[in-house]
């Protein structure tokens, strides 16, 4: 039964057409699921399609071949459940914090004063409770993406998908977010899809890592992380960790890349 899912990606294919009828197909018979509640990372050499995949799964643009459902359902029937997260967090610099993270209801004219209490209490798990009324640009880069992240959580999604968001975060920063994202993720129950460049990241963060190759893009390993949660820093350092990065190191072929 696909009702189990919360994503199911059947045989996808996506073909670019450029102009001057040049195609490019990125994306060739893909196939995996994801379980309610699940929270699977994905990673492959730059230009595979990983962004391409999380733009078709949440309906930013269709699939050449195959079908996406969303819990079973068709991609335009699920929207709503669905918010993504960015590498850059593109806040609007003339509305406060709470102003941009209630934006998403605004849009569907469903901004209430429980609402706001609710992205109040999200900017508050994200430690920038005090910042409420402060703007973007009082910020720094790591406050801005937590601001974007309540923003995508406002809605109660059951779907997150986030495309590398820490990426143009320094090394620190980047690590005490993962801390926060998996707090984040164990308290809401949504269901995560999460691109990074990074596999000791993605291995720290995921129940599965999936591999995505190239050329055109098709998944080449999907490995279950069998390390237990909520995980802490020194799961970074145990053996069982350094054999899963060496094994996903493996399947991409060339690290360098990578990090
Ligand atoms: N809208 C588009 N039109 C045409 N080609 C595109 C479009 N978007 C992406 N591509 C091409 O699809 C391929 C895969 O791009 P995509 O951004 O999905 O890869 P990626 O794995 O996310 O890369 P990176 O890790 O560098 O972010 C690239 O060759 C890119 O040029």
Redesign the pocket.
Same mark, same amino acid.
């Given at each position: 039964m696909n009702n189990e899912y919360a994503i199911s990606v059947k045989n996808v294919g996506k073909t670019?057409r =450029?102009r001057d009828g040049q195609e490019?197909t !990125?994306l060739k018979g893909l196939d995996f699921h994801v379980g309610s509640g699940q929270f699977v990372s994905i990673v /492959?050499q730059?230009? =595979? /399609?990983? %962004? %391409?995949l999380l733009k078709t799964i949440s309906g930013l643009q269709e699939p050449t071949e195959g079908e996406i459902l969303i819990k079973g359902r068709e991609i335009s029937a699920g929207l709503k459940d669905i918010a993504m997260v960015f590498q850059s967090p593109v806040l609007l610099p003339w509305r406060n914090n709470i102003d941009n993270v209630l934006l998403p209801l605004e849009f569907r004219n469903a901004r209430t004063p429980e609402s706001t209490a609710y992205a109040q209490e999200l900017l508050e798990m994200v430690g920038l409770g005090g910042k409420a009324e402060q703007y973007s640009y009082e910020l720094s880069g790591g406050m801005q993406q937590r601001v974007a992240i309540c923003r995508a959580l406002v809605s109660h999604p059951e779907l997150l998908l986030m495309d590398?968001p820490f990426g143009a975060l320094d090394a620190m920063t980047r690590d005490s977010m993962n801390f926060e994202i998996q707090r984040i993720w164990q308290r809401t129950g949504c269901s995560v899809l999460f !691109?990074t460049?990074s596999i000791s990241e993605a291995v720290w963060l995921g129940d599965r890592v999936v591999v995505v190759g190239d050329r055109p893009g098709r998944i080449v390993a999907d490995i279950t992380v069998d390390i237990p949660r909520p995980r802490a820093k020194e799961h970074k350092f145990s053996p069982a960790f350094s054999e899963y990065v060496t094994e996903i190191e493996s399947h991409i072929g060339v690290t360098a890349a990578i990090s």
């Open positions: 670019y =450029s490019n !990125v /492959g730059s230009g =595979s /399609g990983k %962004t %391409t590398e !691109v460049h």
